[in-house]
């Protein structure tokens, strides 16, 4: 049964362009959306998943059925307004069932990562205050059950997947279907009880609590309002419009504001229709399956796919690379002399006509991308020359800026506008300046409400209305925002000059035999770096020229291989100043993954924890010390690579 009888909301909820829109006001709410939306859409398609090697279809009424009978439920079992329920699971359906059935109940809802570990799934349960858990599957329940006894508050677990736990005798543990199915029973006074909460929603009340990475100590619960996800999603549709025409694959963590933003908010508002990933490890095959219109990625990915496609290049025949070389030197030299104002003479307009049409449709099809109108990156980040390269290719490139406190996105290029190494002008409705010491401050109705049972940190992020982002950026004379750096990452070395680590990162990672670096120098002489290798283009090259090695570790041992990521440095080396150049660094001879601690969710290195856990690495690059085992030294011109 779809919710098809007085489910709806607020007046304001109007439709409006192509029938299958609804446009966000002041007043509303995400409640009151949803069911606007899913009797607006009914039968069509708002989610596929893939399910035995087939994308299953799962319409708006389907959808709104499930949340209905999820959301009695909550409401049966005592779940009352304000209250909080957390959602530890991968991206599903049912992650969106659960999350806007607390939602439509009056309550707030918490994700949670799902690489978190016990511990720090305690916490947020904890510090939330949770009455309800909602979890994937056995090993995720299994660290609820571990810290069950310090979470008096918890009510009731649900499970998704019951898998290998049909013989398990818990009364406080259920699975979805049987907590829906309940729901489903429940009578009509229950509906109605509903539909009263749907339309109490203000749109001033807490949706959804973000619990940020907690880099610098642990983490705070941004309260995010109703308020501040409709007027994302106002701001949004007036430079990156979407409808139900567009398709996106839902495969970052949903416990991070910008996917919960981009597939679960803005689809409710305007249509599109949100994919999921299989699995983390299929992902690239998933979005050449489905070549989604909308994208968005973190750096780490858009770095990932040029490494392939330059490494898939290099490995063509002759003909091949030279086609590779030519097709992308007349794109970015055509986008370089529009980027002027120039004209282009009719040769180059011939040559990236040809270029286009071939190698670069070719390029774009391998990476699933060929349908896409819109491609974003954000949430760290990203070397210009990266963005260039997929401007080059055809792709109209954004780079957002935002973070959980801005609710998501808080500057983006306005259509047609670019400045290469810009974050864009400010969203429509938001302001942003600069305080003396250079850190941007915004303000608008997208500031959240604060963190969580934590006035003391709110008032120090808010002052005077002015969200301090921590940021140190620069504002053209058009607007366009420059983000230099974290204003803690910012480096001072023994000199007294300040270096922004995250510029010389970022043209490290764009070395196709690099996945990332961090650049170390605060109050020491000169600058250094430990490395990460891109493990499959770098064995690639091991293979390729004849270069032993068994494991991760003896392939950083290698000396060649540490003269390749050399040779990498001095050339990044040659485009800063000298006092910005790195004098030495390390490989890190572990190959790290999304589960180690020096990740966070979004895949940014955590600086302090690398450094902390690299620490005999850090101290060998100035003097103080060695770690175990002997010490071999290979050089490119000015740089110092030994490694132990």
Known sequence: ???????????????????????????????????????????????????????????????????????????AAGFAPGERACILAENRPQWFFADLAVVTAGGIAVGIYTTNAPEQVAYVLEDCGARFVFVADEEQLDKVLQVRARLPALRRIVVFDMEGLRELRDPMVTSLEAFAQGGAAEPAARSEEWRRRIAA?????????????????????????????????????????????????SFLPLAHI??????????????????????????????????????????????????????????????????????????Q??????????????????????????????????????RARYVVTGAAPIAPELIRWYLALGLDMMQAYGMTETAGVAS?????????????????????????????????????????????????????????????????????????????????????????????????????????????????????????????????????????FTDYASLCMHERIRALIAAEVEAVNARFARVEQIKTFRLIDVQLTTEDEEFTPTLKLKRSVVERRHRALVDQMYGGGNASGATTEARAPGVAVDNP
């Open 201 to 249: 929603v203000a749109p001033h009340d807490t949706a959804i609590l973000i619990y940020t990475s907690g880099t610098t100590g642990p983490p705070k619960g941004a309260m995010l309002t109703h308020a501040n996800l409709a007027f994302q999603a106002a701001a949004l549709h007036g430079v990156m419009p979407l409808g139900p025409g567009d398709e996106m694959l």
């Open 412 to 548: 983006l290029p306005p259509p047609g506008r670019r400045r290469h190494g810009s974050v864009g002008v400010a969203l429509p409705g938001t302001e942003m300046r600069l305080a003396s010491g250079g850190e941007l401050l915004i303000r608008g109705p997208h500031v959240f409400a604060g963190y969580w049972n934590n006035p003391a940190q709110t008032a120090r992020a808010v002052v005077d209305g002015w969200l301090h982002t921590g940021d140190i950026a620069r504002i053209d004379a058009e607007g366009f925002v420059h983000i230099v750096d974290r204003l803690k990452d910012i480096i001072i070395t023994s000199g007294g000059k300040n270096v922004s680590p995250s510029e010389i990162e970022n043209q490290l990672k764009f070395s196709p035999y690099v996945a990332d670096a961090v650049v170390i120098g605060d109050a020491r002489p000169y600058l250094s770096a430990l490395v990460m290798i891109d493990y499959d283009n770098v064995v690639r090259y091991a293979q390729d020229h004849a270069i032993p």
């Open 258 to 331: 910008a996917e919960r933003l981009l597939s679960v908010v803005r689809p409710i508002f305007n249509g599109a229709i949100v994919n999921f990933v299989e699995h983390e490890d299929t992902m690239a095959q998933n979005l050449r399956e489905l070549s989604p219109t909308v994208f968005f990625a973190v750096p780490r990915i858009w770095e990932k796919f040029h490494a392939r496609a330059t490494i898939a290049a290099g490995d063509g025949t002759a003909a091949e690379r030279l086609a590779f070389r030519l097709a992308f030197a007349a794109a």
């Open 1 to 75: 049964m779809a919710l098809n009888d007085g489910a709806g909301g607020p007046a304001d909820w109007a439709p409006y362009g192509r029938g299958q829109e609804i446009e966000p006001t002041p007043g509303s709410t995400l409640a009151a959306a949803f069911a606007a939306a899913v009797r607006l859409r009914g039968e069509r398609t708002a989610l596929r998943c893939k399910l035995r090697g087939l994308w299953r279809p799962v319409s708006w009424a389907e959808y709104g059925e499930q949340v209905r009978r999820i959301a009695l439920a909550l409401i």
């Open 333 to 370: 030299r055509a986008g370089a002399r529009r980027a002027e104002g120039r004209r282009l003479p009719l040769w180059l307009q011939l040559a990236q006509a040809l270029a286009a049409r071939s190698v670069l449709h070719r390029t774009r099809k391998l990476l699933g991308l060929e």
